[in-house]
Structures are given as structure tokens and as C-alpha cells.
């Protein structure tokens, strides 16, 4: 399996991008990884939020294939504790998908299309963070999966 980290925007603080290199690199001995970003859209002002997410959605779409499994980091999604989160990833290993999509939207979330094709959400705090600092928080937490289900000592309980 392949998991893919499908974002919307460039993350810009170079100490985020750092330390979402680090986990990355850190998950490659795992499981085939990668992030793809999406561009932001240019000339939003005269967009409306539903036109915005719309063009979003395209894009992301274009982006994902018909077995894909696909995961929108969401507000309205489910929460899990770290060990929860692992035995999750294990149960989406042992599926027949070859490719597991992990969206993190625009500023104002995803369209009804993106809610429609996606096969569930995941919400990583009640807490709102940036789309930048989301990424860093997933990256971490999806390495901390893979620690547990390899019974690593970088998780404690």
C-alpha cells in the first residue's frame, strides 16, 4: 500500500517543512509515502467559498484514482487516540486498496463532491489548527502508527 498526503497550498514556514520532511523520511522505512500539493487558487477575491471549493475540488479529484481509499482530515470526522489511529492504519493495510489518500482541503473545507467520493474522515482535535500546522501533526501522527503496530519504543503510554 501507498499512502498519499493530498494537500491544498503550499505549506511556507521553512521550520514546518522541516520537520514534515523529517517524519517523512522517517515514514519511507514504513510504507511508500509522499505528499502532493495542490496549488492554492489564484484570483479567489471574487469567488464565493461554495465557487472556491468547487475549483478545489476539481483539482483534488484529478488527483485520485477509482480504488483509492480516500480520508479527509475533517473537523466532522472521527477521533482517535494514537493507538486507535494504528490499529486503524493496520485494518486499512490488510485492504485490498492499493492507495490510501489522506486530503487536508482549502481554507473552507471541502465541497458536498469531496464529502460524496470519500470513504471516511478523520478529525485529529476538536481544536481548529492551520493547514500548515495540520500536515506536521499528521505526519507525526501517522509515524507514531507505525511505531506501535512495529512495537517501537517512540510511543509510551
Same mark, same amino acid.
Not at 15 to 22: P, T
Given at each position: 500500500?501507498? +499512502? #498519499? =498526503? $493530498?494537500v491544498?497550498?503550499?505549506t511556507?514556514?521553512s ?8 517524519y517523512? /523520511?522517517r515514514?519511507?522505512?514504513y510504507?511508500q509515502?509522499?505528499m502532493?500539493v ?11 467559498e ?11 479529484l ?7 481509499? +480516500? #480520508? =479527509? $482530515?475533517?473537523?466532522?470526522?472521527k477521533?482517535?487516540?494514537s493507538?486507535k489511529f494504528?490499529?486503524?492504519?493496520s485494518? /486499512?493495510?490488510l ?8 486530503v ?29 500546522m ?22 509510551h503510554e
Open positions: 500500500m501507498k +499512502v #498519499i =498526503l $493530498l491544498v497550498g503550499k511556507i514556514d521550520n514546518l517543512i522541516s520537520l514534515q520532511d523529517e517523512l /523520511k515514514l519511507k522505512h510504507i509515502v509522499e502532493t495542490i496549488p492554492e487558487l489564484k484570483n479567489t477575491k471574487n469567488l464565493s461554495s465557487e472556491q471549493k468547487e475549483k478545489e475540488a476539481d483539482l483534488i484529478k488527483n485520485i484514482d477509482a480504488g483509492d481509499d +480516500v #480520508i =479527509l $482530515l475533517d473537523d466532522k470526522g477521533q482517535y487516540t493507538v494504528s490499529e486503524f492504519i485494518k /486499512k493495510m485492504s485490498s486498496s492499493k492507495r490510501m489518500i489522506f487536508v482541503g482549502g481554507p473552507y473545507g471541502f465541497s458536498q463532491r469531496i464529502y460524496a467520493r470519500a470513504n471516511g474522515m478523520l478529525s485529529l482535535s476538536a481544536m481548529t489548527f492551520s493547514h500548515q495540520i500536515r506536521l501533526i499528521f505526519v507525526e501522527q501517522l509515524y507514531r502508527a507505525f511505531t506501535i503496530i512495529k512495537g517501537e519504543p517512540y510511543h
